[in-house]
């Protein structure tokens, strides 16, 4: 009899036991995840920072380029990197043709019926270990159900006892024909007496289309990568034993919503937190089929999400309608930390090289051609002694382009490109602009979205003028800080940005003088939200959770000299 959980186990990944020997702790433990590195998302960092001063224990758990490795950045709060081999990818027939090369050798080793490596046997193992995890993630989510109350998202039906004790069955034979396969290694093995180990916006009509054929965007054929990511990171959750995994993105939702199935048939209650950073469906710059299969892994796992989190109250609107939850996702804006007031932090205008008696344009953020930062430049020949700085990360054919359009104009002279500082230095870094720029142009995600942006140019303390998307738009007008001009439009843009020149004095102060408006897009205010969220899902929070301090973040990251190599 083959006990599938033993032989999960005895393949896991040796990620595993990268992970320190844990010390006792009776701490509510909480697991951060997303599927970067960690320390490059800043929304993230955020969250594991301020849960963290709530007294609350944080790992936070994302991909390694290279070798898994954890390491400690701050007092209290663990990142683990986990490297993720490319077995469920390489498995199966199809895959083993695409790497046939021209030859007979080739082809042979392509259709061998046997294992000679152990990677090919681990490579093998993948879809029957997927298959494994998820038969027991379903038998799983029916006792986690019974342990809950409902979630935000109505049940799918479950598949039938019979079909489930069928599959079992069926992957029972499968394993001992895996087992079968491997001989060869094996005698290979004991020969050599080592094993050698293994040391992730079409047009609407296409994406229409993958929607009415679902079975054409399944997304573990589309992005097999996410399975590899859970055979990775499964392991690591189950070692990890959290309380929460709050997860960050849609691509590791099945991640967490299995790693709880898994937990409920060991005794063990483990909520699920989903923070969709964005709108599956309205994402720009990514291919229909990928879109639609990345809405149907979220369409699957969003029920097991105990608390669904996002970042404005239109897509929230949006995921309400769409899965007909029973409760609206919570908002917590991206919103800027407090920062540490002893940081020496540098002035974009000097960073600029810009002269200090002309008015300031700064635009912060990621340049490509959607971002509509083309708009403003365009504008520029419009406003004689204006310039623009440009905060990027590096150059790129965005950057350049935007160059050249500055030559054309005949206004390169006033374009300026200015480095990134670290998050929480951001508003200061902004305070010496005039006026902050938000040129986005019109997709789903863009009209509903409210900017890192945007609240960072309200902690600066300078007016904003944003394109028509919807929601940066209505507060704009709503709140009185800035104009609003048509997405695209290049006399519109010139048009706004006089408009709030003229009224820079009373556009200022506004912003200056009101304490209620700064604090409601700060991350100080996300903070308390956050708290709420956290003592109902854990059934209350440590005492030094309440204090008035615990919603203050100074630093995402250790200083440069500190961090991580």
């Not at 490795?69 to 199966?92: E, K, N, W």
């Not at 000097?350 to 344009?361: G, I, K, M, S």
Request: hydrophobic letters at 40%.
């Amino acid at each position: 009899m083959i006990d599938e959980r033993t032989e999960t186990m005895r393949e896991a990944d040796d990620t595993v036991a990268d992970l320190p020997d844990e010390q006792p702790d009776d701490r509510p433990h909480v697991v951060m995840m997303s599927a970067n590195t960690v320390v490059v998302d800043a929304r993230v960092l955020k969250y594991a920072r301020t849960v963290a001063q709530f007294g609350v224990r944080v790992t936070a758990v994302g991909l390694a380029s290279g070798r898994s490795r954890r390491d400690l950045l701050f007092q209290d709060l663990d990142v683990a990197q986990i490297a993720v081999p490319s077995r469920y990818r390489d498995a199966g027939f199809r895959a083993r043709v695409r790497r046939v090369g021209h030859g007979f050798a080739e082809i042979f080793r392509a259709i061998r019926p046997w294992y000679v490596t152990q990677e090919e046997y681990r490579v093998g193992l993948a879809p029957w270990h997927r298959a494994t995890r998820a038969i027991r993630s379903v038998r799983g989510r029916e006792e986690r159900d019974r342990q809950r109350p409902p979630g935000p998202a109505p049940q799918l039906p479950a598949p039938s006892g019979p079909l489930l004790k069928l599959s079992w069955r069926y992957r029972k034979l499968q394993r001992y024909a895996l087992a079968a396969m491997a001989t060869p290694l094996r005698y290979k093995q004991r020969r050599r007496s080592k094993a050698r180990t293994s040391t992730l916006r079409g047009s609407g009509n296409r994406l229409a289309f993958y929607q009415r054929f679902p079975r054409l965007a399944r997304w573990r054929d589309v992005a097999p990568e996410i399975v590899d990511q859970e055979l990775a990171l499964g392991p690591v959750l189950d070692a990890l034993r959290p309380d929460v995994v709050h997860v960050h993105d849609v691509y590791l939702l099945g991640v967490a919503a299995q790693h709880a199935h898994r937990a409920a048939l060991d005794g063990r209650s483990v909520k699920v937190v989903y923070d969709a950073h964005e709108y599956v469906l309205g994402v720009a710059n990514v291919k229909p089929r990928r879109v639609a299969a990345m809405r149907a892994l979220e369409r699957e796992y969003l029920a097991d999400a105990d608390r669904i989190i996002t970042v404005s109250p239109q897509i929230a609107e949006v995921l309400r309608t769409d899965y007909d939850l029973r409760v609206t996702p919570d908002v917590v804006l991206n919103a800027t930390v407090a920062g540490d007031p002893d940081d020496d932090v540098p002035s974009v205008r000097e960073a600029a090289e810009a002269p200090a008696d002309v008015p300031l344009l700064v635009y912060g953020g990621g340049v490509v051609y959607e971002r509509g930062v083309h708009t403003v430049v365009g504008a520029l020949p419009q406003l004689p002694g204006v310039h623009l700085v440009v905060v990027v990360k590096r150059p790129n054919t965005a950057t350049i382009a935007l160059e050249h359009l500055a030559e054309d104009l005949g206004v390169r002279d006033r374009l300026h490109f200015a480095p990134y500082v670290p998050a929480e230095q951001v508003p200061r870094y902004f305070r010496s602009a005039t006026i902050g720029v938000s040129p986005l142009l019109h997709a789903p995600n863009h009209d509903m979205a409210i900017t890192n942006k945007f609240c960072e140019y309200l902690a600066a303390g300078i007016p904003i003028v944003t394109s028509d998307t919807q929601a940066q738009a209505e507060l704009v007008r709503e709140f009185g800080i800035g104009a609003v001009h048509r997405a695209d439009d290049v006399d519109d843009c010139a048009r706004a940005l006089r408009e709030v020149l003229d009224r820079l004095p009373e556009l200022t102060k506004r912003i200056a003088e009101d304490d209620k408006l700064r604090h409601r897009f700060s991350w100080a205010a996300q903070a308390e939200k956050i708290r709420e969220i956290y003592a109902e899902l854990l059934g209350g929070l440590p005492e030094e959770a309440w204090r008035p301090e615990a919603t203050i973040v100074r630093r995402l990251l250790p200083l440069r000299e500190e961090a991580p190599s």
